[in-house]
C-alpha cells in the first residue's frame, strides 16, 4: 500500500515539477525525531533560493505557525526545528508570544542559525538546542523611515529629536517584548544583560552581525544545551539540498497531523536503519535502493 502511495505521489510529482521523494524522506525523518523527543515536530525553515527575502519571517509566517499548532492538542509538548536569518520584529514577537503561550512544553531545536527575529522565536521556548557551530543573533526593531525600513538604533543617531524619539521609543517597546519573554526564566540583572545584548544597546557590541553562540546564551541565563542529533543533522542537510524554487514561501512550515500517542513510527524500523559507508547518516530506502540524506550516495 505505502509503495503505490509512493509511486502515485512519484508521479504527480514529475507532473508538478516537484521532488515528493525529498519531501518523503524529510517526513520520515520528522516522525524519527518525534519518537525520540515523544513531542510533535514543526520545521521552520528558510527558503535559501527565494533572494528577494532570504528566509524573511512575516505576517504570512504567524499565520501559517498558528494554523499548525492548531493541528496539535493545547498540552502536547512541541518540538521548533528553526533556521531562519531572521525576518520583521513584530512577526517574531507575535510568533514568540504564541508559544509562550502555549499549555504545553516547548522546546526549539537550532541546526545552523536562527537570527534577528527567529532568536526572539528562540528564546520564547522553555528550552533551546543547539547544534555544533549552531548561533542566534541580535535582533535590531525596524522603523519604516524615508520609503524604506531603518534601524531604530539608526535613528537614534537622527538630528531630529522627533526621529531620535521614535527610534528609542522601538527600543524600549523590544525591552519590554524581551522582559516578558525572558522574565520568568533569569533574575533582574540576568534579564538587563541578555536585553541590552540581544537589542545591541551594550557598548561592546555594537554590531548587528555579532552572533551569539551557546555559550554566551548560556552566561546570559538562557536554559540551553548542547547537542548532536544525527536525524536533525540528516534532516538539516535535506532542507538545505532541496528543490525550493524562488516561487515558494520564503518561509518552508513542515509538520505531521499525527497524533503525539501514536508516535511509534519507526520504532521497530529504526532496529533496522542501516549506516552510510562513507558519512556515518542512516541510509533511507527508496524505489531505487537505498540512498544518503547527508552525502547523497545511492547504494
Known sequence: MFNRFRKLLKNLGEICSLNF????????????IEHDTQSKIITFYKNSKNRETTGMIDEESFNNIQLA???IGDYDPVTLVL?????????????????KKRQGPVQAIIPEEALSAATLIALSTQKIIMLNKSKVGPVEPQLFYGNEYVSSLDLLESVDPVIQSKGQRAINQAKEHLKILCGDLMPKTKLKKLTDRVLLTDSKHPSHASPIYQGELAQLGIPVISDHDLNVSALHSLYKKHSFTELDPSIIIEYTKDPIQNIETTENAENKL????SCGFFLIENDEGKTCPSCGLSY
Open 69 to 71: 499548532l492548531d493541528q
Open 83 to 99: 533556521h531562519s536569518t531572521g525576518g520583521q520584529t513584530i512577526a517574531g514577537f507575535k510568533i514568540a508570544d504564541l508559544l
Open 21 to 32: 521523494n525529498e519531501i518523503l524522506s524529510r517526513l520520515e525523518i520528522i516522525k524519527r
Open 274 to 277: 542501516e549506516n552510510c559507508p
